[in-house]
């Protein structure tokens, strides 16, 4: 490295750059930066505020003083990192050495050992820090895995056997059984590596493991039935229909089910229990409703194939009064299977909702018989006066004639339309209309 570094230089010539404004002036420039550029390739200590002043201040003697105080400084810290780079390096090569003489190799521990146990204080700490953890990581982990009283508790065990493991994992198993006596003595260490010890502490991390993945198996199948439950409890409250209810019930069954697969020995299985114990105490009370949904299903069933018949018949109206009273008389049965639904059981809603809709259609029904009777009465009635007045027409005069054909004018106008007669009336009335227009037209010649 050079008496003057990249930095201080950089410093130096902005300022000699800045002090020359006219062309003839180069030559001082060029003088100045020729001399920095061979302290920069020459070899020594870096120069001082001194050294760096006298060599541009008798060509500048206008030289900014701040200017070279800062080259000044900035070359001083070249010599500050080249020590500390000498030092960094030796540093890194202590390291790596230590490092080396660390490393977990029979071959390299057991000479180091014997002759300079100093050098091994960081695999000592190390197998200290370890050893300690794994200890104590593996009571938490025993605490919390086969003491649990929740879910997170199996989770924070989990990951404490999982830590341990990582702690076990890092002891020297080729140097189980030595005991560093000079670190005991300094750090007052209560251990003693010993097979049969490593062993246990990894049995019951391998124990632990174990019962964690039964307790999560567990807590999930707890989990799905009891959503199961919930969701088939939700939706038995808001089922209007006994199919649905039904339905639900199953589902309800199906989660109880899987509560009950659930091993009594672990939490879930002590939680499942008392789930299980306020399921089974609704699921009676729903059973004990659904009691009879049988047999209200059955009567609603009959309700709906006695109302299809009715509409069936129903259609491609107008029909004779026989065919609506028999109409009738199938919307009537209906009504009847669905009167005979209780109260209390849970297709009622149901049975109240299509009753209300048949006994509606029943009375459409019922009107529209009273429509066609009343109907086929008047026609009737006209006919009748239309042959009466037919056999009778010489013998009376213009007057009682045409009162007797306006007569059978407002009879026909009583037909209502949409019933079987309402065609025929229509044309009888035509006729008769026509017949009362030509005795008018005659009396009034």
Known sequence: MGRLNHRAYELLRAEVNRLVQEPLEN?????????????????????????????????????????????????????????????????????????????????????????????????????????????????????????????????????????????????????????????????????????????????????????????????????????????????????????????????????????????????????????????????AQVSGALAGGDRTSTLIEAAKQFAWTASVEGQNAPHPPETWERIAGLWQQAIARLEQVPVDDVGYSEAQRMLAEYQNKWGVVQAQQAREERSQQAFSTAQDKNIDLGSRVRYIDRAEYASALQSIINDLNLVASGTTVYEPAQQLRQAVQDRLEEAAAAAAQ
Not at 73 to 91: D, E, M, P, R, V
Not at 144 to 161: C, H, P
Request: contains cysteine; proline residues 4%.
């Open 27 to 283: 030559v001082r420039r060029d003088i100045v930066l020729r001399r920095l550029n061979r302290l920069r390739s020459q070899d020594g200590p870096p120069l001082t505020y001194t050294e760096i002043k006298a060599e541009v201040a008798d060509i500048f003697p206008e030289f900014d003083d701040q200017v070279l105080r800062r080259a000044a400084q900035a070359n001083k810290a070249s010599g500050k990192l080249k020590w500390l780079g000498w030092t960094a390096a030796g540093t890194a090569i202590a390291a790596g050495t230590v490092w080396v003489l660390n490393l977990p190799y029979p071959m390299i521990r057991w000479p180091v050992a014997r002759t300079v146990p100093i050098v091994l204080l960081p695999s000592y700490i190390s197998m200290d820090h370890n050893y300690r953890q794994a200890i104590s990581l593996v009571e938490q982990a025993d605490q919390l895995v086969n003491q649990a009283t929740s879910a997170q508790d199996i989770e924070l065990g989990s990951k404490k056997a999982a830590q341990a493991q990582q702690h076990l994992d890092q002891l020297p198993v080729w140097f189980l059984g030595y005991y560093p006596r000079a670190y005991c003595t300094w750090f007052s260490c209560t251990w003693r590596f010993t097979y049969d010890e490593f062993q246990t502490a990894r049995k019951d991390i391998g124990r632990m493991e174990a019962k964690v993945f039964q307790e999560q198996n567990a807590l999930a199948l707890l989990e799905s039935g009891s959503s199961t439950v919930d969701l088939a409890k939700t939706e038995y409250q808001s089922a209007t229909a006994t199919a649905a209810k039904l339905a639900a019930v199953a589902d309800w069954q199906t989660g109880m089910d899987q509560l009950n697969e659930i091993p009594a020995e672990t939490l879930a299985g002590r939680m499942g229990q008392t789930k299980l114990a306020a399921y089974e105490r609704d699921f």
